[in-house]
Structure formats: C-alpha cells, structure tokens
C-alpha cells in the first residue's frame, strides 16, 4: 500500500504519518495531554522523542528492518513512525505476544533470521542487499513472501513470517501519537473514562470522520 504524497506542514500544526490529507482535519491527540495522569502521559510523550540507539538489530539489520517496515505499513514519505525503533526496543526487552506459533523460533531469533533471509533473496535476485534495491524490488521481494502463503519460505511457513512481520510492523504503528491524529484515537481513556456508549454516539472530545474525498491510503499498492 502506498500514501499520499506529503502536504505542507505547518509549524505547531498536528502530525499525520506521511504527512498525508487529514480524516480529521485539525485533531492532535497531544491536545488531550491534561486529561491523563502523569504516568501516561510521560510514556506517551516519551513515544515522540528521537529513536533510541538500536540494541538488537545489528546496523544492517535496521537497513533492512527499515525497508521492510516503511513499505508494509506504506510509510512511503515522511515524517515516519519509527517503528524500526520500536520494535528494536521491544526485542531488546524480550518483550513478545507471550506466545508464538510452533513451527516459527522465537521471535527475536525469527525476526534475525527473517531479515538475513530476505537479504539473500535481495542478492540472488537483484545482485544487491535488500536495503539497497529500488523499493519496486523491494516490494516484488516481499510479495513473493505473502504469496506463498501457508507455503515454505526458508523452511519457514510463510504465512508465518508474514504475521510476524505485520503483527510487529501494526502494534508499533498504532502506539505511536501520529498514528492516533491518522485515525481520530483521543489516547488513552484513563483516568477519565467513556460514558456516552453505542453507535454513533461520540464523546465530548471525540471529533467527527472529516473523512476526504478519497482515503489516504490506496489500496492494492
């Protein structure tokens, strides 16, 4: 999938990933900052500073991480969520779903072989390390991987790597402050709670879908 080419942003005003056309023109959840207790707000305000060093990928892995992530997510302009960051930060830690298929290592050992194996797909095919190549080449690389669905990739089932991938690639995504603008999330309920439940039934701070003329996202890309 691949966004919008990037719009002006103007100093102070809210940030959307990719700088794309705004669903709710106006919203920044940093707004909402006087509602959380100090505890949240300190994580989620942390979630904007600059990307720690990497502590699990190696330089060349980050390469790679990077390439894959930015072009899953469609993460085609910046500014970016540093998502490669993220999720190093989280392997760091050990932090896992708490559980993981079977047939796939764990997931630290599965995201270190995943990225070696796409290098080397990368360099039988193209003759350069994934990180390197074209992002047309990159995305051709990756949906061979998708394609093969329950098949063998590496003699790994691909299925597999691919919900690693994008397990990783959407849970870093979406806890991030300008994925939050993207789609409207006011952040975190506590302490102050919902009390206006059912369909169509909005809070005070909740704003509605400005949603553009087309999505900012296009499908099949």
Known sequence: MSRRPARPTAPGAPVTPG???????????MSQRPHWDPATAAVVESRLGPPPAPRFFS????????ALLNLILGQDEEPRVPVTAMIDARLAEAQTDGWR????????RAWHGTLAYLDADAEVKYAAGFAECPAADQR????AVQD?????????????????WTRYACTAFYAHPWAWNEV??????????YKNKGVGRREPFEMADGRPAEDPVREGE
């Open 19 to 29: 700088g794309g056309p705004e669903r709710f023109p106006g919203f920044d959840v």
């Open 59 to 66: 330089p060349a892995e980050e390469a790679i991480a990077t």
């Open 101 to 108: 298929y079977a047939d796939m290592p764990e997931d630290g």
């Open 140 to 143: 051709a690389l990756i949906q």
């Open 148 to 164: 093969l669905g329950s098949g063998d990739w590496h003699g790994l089932p691909a299925s597999r790597v691919w919900s690693l």
């Open 184 to 193: 409207g999330f006011p952040g975190p309920a506590y302490p102050r709670g």
